[in-house]
């Protein structure tokens, strides 16, 4: 099974700031990389697919970048609605996801 | 609109089964694969499984070979999903989500609103 990392498992960050999370896969999934969005007590959206297409309606400030194995999402300004969890997912072979990236807001 | 309307709230006892429910309207039911994903309380997401619609056909994750069914009745556009021999670890909650419509590296783009599956004795 292809194992998904995610780091840091927590951030704290102001308004404004430029966030970035890292995902490694345990081997080579090509592109095959997507993030999902989990705000509390809700279903995860996605918001990237194939590590950098943005999916309809995310807004702009999210970007994805990375294959192989290593992926990065980044939001280039942090807004107070971007409070939630993150996980990336690898799609080359079943599905695994990362453990997530809780995003909080200083 | 896409919508995926799932059953309510389970509770069950150790050793029994679940079945959820999960109703899609709005686009082409046979069309999309339609995948399970479960979350235990505070932890992460765990992929179970996928149903292609239109064949029936199944892919299920390896940590749960042998206890899951998914099913679907095309004539209503619902998908089922049946876990057996539930234990306290399978508490959680547990979505669909469609997928690709041949395509297995598609994501999962929209979700259904979560049921809750509590297992207690």
């Known amino acids: 099974d292809i194992q998904m990392t995610q780091s840091p498992s927590s951030l704290s960050a102001s308004v404004g700031d430029r966030v970035t999370i890292a995902c490694r896969a345990s081997?080579?999934?090509?592109?095959?990389l997507n993030w999902y969005q989990q705000k509390p007590g809700k279903a995860p959206k996605l918001l990237m697919y194939?590590?950098?297409t943005l999916q309809s309606g995310v807004p702009s400030r999210f970007s994805g970048s990375g294959s192989g194995t290593d992926f990065t999402l980044t939001i280039s300004s942090l807004q107070p609605d971007d409070l939630a969890t993150y996980y990336c997912q690898q799609s080359y072979s079943a599905y695994t996801f990362g453990q997530g990236t809780k995003v909080d807001i200083k | 609109q896409v919508q995926l309307v799932q059953s309510g709230a389970e509770v069950k006892k150790p050793g029994a089964s679940v079945k959820v429910s999960c109703k899609a309207s709005?686009?082409?039911?046979?069309?999309?694969?339609m995948h399970w994903v479960r979350q235990a309380p505070g932890q992460g997401l765990e992929w179970m499984g996928l149903?292609?619609?239109?064949?029936?056909?199944?892919s299920y994750a390896q940590n749960f070979q042998g206890r899951v069914t998914m099913t679907r009745d095309t004539s209503t556009s619902t998908v089922y999903m049946e876990l057996s021999s539930v234990r306290s670890d399978d508490t959680a909650v547990y979505f669909c989500?469609?997928?690709?419509?041949?395509?297995?590296?598609?994501?999962?783009?929209?979700w259904g609103q979560g049921t809750l599956v509590t297992v207690s004795s």
């Open positions: 194939d590590a950098s």
């Open positions: 081997q080579s999934i090509s592109r095959y």
């Open positions: 989500a469609r997928g690709g419509s041949s395509d297995w590296h598609v994501p999962q783009d929209y």
């Open positions: 149903i292609n619609p239109i064949a029936g056909t199944t």
């Open positions: 709005g686009y082409t039911f046979t069309r999309f694969y």
